[in-house]
């Protein structure tokens, strides 16, 4: 299977807590089609189950569950998602794993590499810059905010080896970072569906 960049569909990254998830939620309540993380939910589901994969017991198996994620994550929107030049929003890509990898000072097996080189997204990925005020820990949030913002260097420096170009979001609002990718990608003064 060959996969073509897709530029319809947009990835908006960053540390955690910066509010990404919160963005995409904006964009979906905006009828955007969005694809969500699968971090905090992996975590939720091994946590229930009594998993290894979580990444204070095991960050390669952790990485391994996301990379399948972001892939079905793809492979679905792709088949099923939103139809012509409508963009697809995702909470985070396959470079995400890349970076977090490279954070945990893990090799980057070849087949990450080949999935990060065959299934594409935008050129431009949007990128929510380590927000200390809004940082938040939880029970799936364990890292602490020094570690938040070396998740957002790891984020940008993978995105931008792979070929893409990181756009920074604002500190604001959501609904002004939600207008701010909205401009950036063509589909601000368009109505959603």
């Known amino acids: ?18 509010g990404k998830t919160t963005l995409i939620e904006q964009l979906r309540r905006e009828r955007f089609a969005c694809a969500p993380e699968g971090g905090r939910a992996i975590i939720q589901d091994q946590v229930a189950i009594g998993g290894e994969a ?5 960050a390669g198996l952790f ?14 929107t792709t088949e099923y998602g939103a139809a012509g030049n409508t963009p697809v929003f995702f909470d985070r890509g396959v470079v995400d ?12 097996p070849p087949h990450l590499h080949a999935a990060a080189q065959r299934f594409r997204y935008d050129r431009r990925v949007f990128v929510a810059p380590h927000w200390p005020e809004i940082y938040r820990r939880d029970d799936d949030r364990r890292q602490t905010p020094e570690e938040a913002e070396r998740t957002f260097h790891a984020c940008v420096a993978a ?23 909205l401009d950036a990608i063509g589909h601000g003064t368009q109505k959603t569906r």
């Open 54 to 58: 979580l990444p204070w017991r095991d």
């Open 1 to 18: 299977m060959s996969v073509q960049p897709q530029s319809r569909f947009v990835v908006v990254t960053g540390g955690p807590g910066a």
């Open 63 to 76: 990485a391994e569950l996301m990379l399948g994620w972001d892939l079905r994550s793809y492979r679905h």
């Open 159 to 181: 995105y931008t080896d792979y070929g893409y170009e990181p756009v920074l979001l604002p500190r604001a609002g959501v609904a002004e970072r939600a207008r701010f990718v």
């Open 97 to 108: 794993v890349i970076g977090y990898l490279r954070l945990m000072r893990l090799p980057v």
